[in-house]
């Protein structure tokens, strides 16, 4: 069975500093990687996937994840941080490829200091 | 705007209780996913339907059930409620499950309150 582990429940960076989100994965098979968003009072947001192919994953709002297979991680990176970045990130793992079965890791919450 | 309508938006029963959450897929999904976020457990997979049948099981309790109707809407029906059955129950949709190019999408869930 797959499963994430988050590190670090809560997060603090200053606005313009560098994001840094862990994600470190255990997986039988090759895993689908995602990270997803959720702000306050919504559902979740996909910001970007793995699937194959490209290591380094862009997704939205300038947010970036690199795929390691030695180190079994999948950490998201933003340069700069903006206030619109508060919020709860979540990564997850599929077996599947798709959107099936998706199992989150416990959920980082990020807060950007002004 | 996701595209996915979940009702009602908040919950308040007592326990014993039976409730039934709804949820409309976007336009042109076939798949239906249902996913529990509570304090104690985090998130978790619960079912999925594609095309009205069931395509996957989760953590989905037997006092829980789900069904998806010819309109491609879906129902989760939780029943003799618990305390601990308090939490966000979130929707997701796609078109077709397996592929890869596919993104879910959520909608801003249902937050169910057993008093």
Known sequence: ?114 | DSGVTQTPKHLITATGQRVTLRCSPRSGDLSVYWYQQSLDQGLQFLIQYYNGEERAKGNILERFSAQQFPDLHSELNLSSLELGDSALYFCASSAHPASTNEKLFFGSGTQLSVL
């Open chain 1, 1 to 114: 069975a797959q499963s994430v582990t988050q590190l670090g429940s809560h997060v603090s960076v200053s606005e313009g500093a560098l994001v840094l989100l862990r994600c470190n994965y255990s997986s039988s098979v090759p895993p689908y990687l995602f990270w997803y968003v959720q702000y306050p009072n919504q559902g979740l947001q996909l910001l970007l996937k793995y699937t194959t192919g490209a290591t380094l994953v862009k997704g939205i709002n300038g947010f970036e994840a690199e795929f390691k297979k030695s180190e079994t991680s999948f950490h998201l990176t933003k340069p700069s941080a903006h206030m619109s970045d508060a919020a709860e990130y979540f990564c997850a793992v599929s077996d599947k490829g798709g959107n099936e079965k998706l199992t989150f890791g416990t959920g980082t919450r990020l807060t950007i200091i002004p």
